[in-house]
């Protein structure tokens, strides 16, 4: 087939290509008395997060920790797969408008020692050394309270003391799911409404809860199979279910 008559003229961009490997990296340039100045810091903010000792009611399917926020340098990315390790859990990662990554982690309290080995080893390492790439680029290290947990859009967080029906994304611990039963067993006890089902992924199980936000916050406290919380979002299963006439009525009301 002869297309000679179809002329095609400016069809085509020029992008300068970017991999994405891990050569591509960009650290935060620390020399030798930077980085253990720096180190010194990340040790004491995540020393003092620790308790003493864990509350009685604490849910820990034999792994008592804490929730941290770990807060990267502006327009610097955080080595994220380096946090999700035996004995820290990465639960969820949010990025600022300035580019600030944050990530939300769990570090058990059995790994807290190992946490805390490899920021020394980082403080006395030579250059180029792996613990450069996990910490460099770390600004700072804080305790992770309820909106570190949440991933629906910023704008949508209740505001203080608004009721609302949240999904609670909980880590998969048992082949049961107890832990979703666990989780509503400690709504009944604090008197919130939970439902009676519950949604299974291989790897997490979702529960809901209406509560407002200083009714779940302790859970962050003493739940450590908490990941991610978003809100529920009302589907259009009332609008789909109406006849073809009732539809267009409320077309006619937008």
């Given at each position: 087939?002869?297309?000679?008559?179809?002329?095609?003229?400016?069809?085509?961009?020029?992008?300068?290509?970017?991999?994405?490997?891990?050569?591509?990296?960009?650290?935060?340039?620390?020399?030798?008395?930077?980085?253990?100045?720096?180190?010194?810091?990340?040790?004491?903010?995540?020393?003092?997060?620790?308790?003493?000792?864990?509350?009685?009611?604490?849910?820990?399917?034999?792994?008592?920790?804490?929730?941290?926020?770990?807060?990267?340098?502006?327009?610097?990315?955080?080595?994220?797969?380096?946090?999700?390790?035996?004995?820290?859990?990465?639960?969820?990662?949010?990025?600022?408008?300035?580019?600030?990554?944050?990530?939300?982690?769990?570090?058990?309290?059995?790994?807290?020692?190992?946490?805390?080995?490899?920021?020394?080893?980082?403080?006395?390492?030579?250059?180029?050394?792996?613990?450069?790439?996990?910490?460099?680029?770390?600004?700072?290290?804080?305790?992770?309270?309820?909106?570190?947990?949440?991933?629906?859009?910023?704008?949508?967080?209740?505001?203080?003391?608004?009721?609302?029906?949240?999904?609670?994304?909980?880590?998969?611990?048992?082949?049961?799911?107890?832990?979703?039963?666990?989780?509503?067993?400690?709504?009944?006890?604090?008197?919130?409404?939970?439902?009676?089902?519950h949604l299974e992924f291989e790897l997490s199980t979702i529960a809901a809860v209406r509560a407002t936000p200083e009714e779940l916050q302790e859970s962050t406290l003493l739940i450590s199979c908490l990941s991610e919380l978003?809100?529920?979002?009302?589907?259009?299963?009332?609008?789909?279910?109406?006849?073809?006439?009732?539809?267009?009525?409320?077309?006619?009301?937008?």
């Amino acid at each position: 087939m002869d297309l000679r008559h179809i002329v095609l003229d400016q069809v085509s961009s020029k992008y300068i290509y970017k991999g994405t490997g891990g050569g591509n990296f960009q650290r935060v340039k620390r020399n030798r008395e930077q980085r253990i100045l720096h180190g010194e810091k990340l040790r004491r903010e995540i020393s003092d997060l620790f308790p003493d000792k864990y509350d009685d009611e604490y849910i820990s399917y034999d792994e008592e920790g804490i929730y941290v926020e770990v807060i990267s340098e502006p327009g610097y990315e955080l080595s994220i797969l380096s946090f999700d390790v035996k004995g820290s859990r990465l639960c969820n990662v949010r990025v600022d408008p300035d580019q600030t990554q944050r990530a939300t982690i769990f570090i058990s309290e059995k790994e807290r020692s190992t946490f805390i080995n490899k920021l020394d080893k980082y403080r006395t390492q030579g250059d180029g050394q792996t613990n450069n790439k996990l910490f460099d680029n770390v600004a700072s290290i804080q305790v992770a309270g309820l909106k570190q947990f949440w991933t629906s859009t910023p704008e949508s967080y209740p505001a203080d003391q608004q009721s609302i029906w949240w999904e609670v994304w909980l880590q998969r611990k048992s082949n049961d799911r107890r832990e979703a039963d666990d989780f509503k067993t400690y709504c009944k006890e604090r008197g919130l409404q939970t439902t009676r089902e519950h949604l299974e992924f291989e790897l997490s199980t979702i529960a809901a809860v209406r509560a407002t936000p200083e009714e779940l916050q302790e859970s962050t406290l003493l739940i450590s199979c908490l990941s991610e919380l978003r809100r529920i979002t009302d589907t259009a299963r009332f609008l789909l279910k109406q006849r073809a006439y009732e539809q267009v009525e409320w077309m006619d009301e937008l």
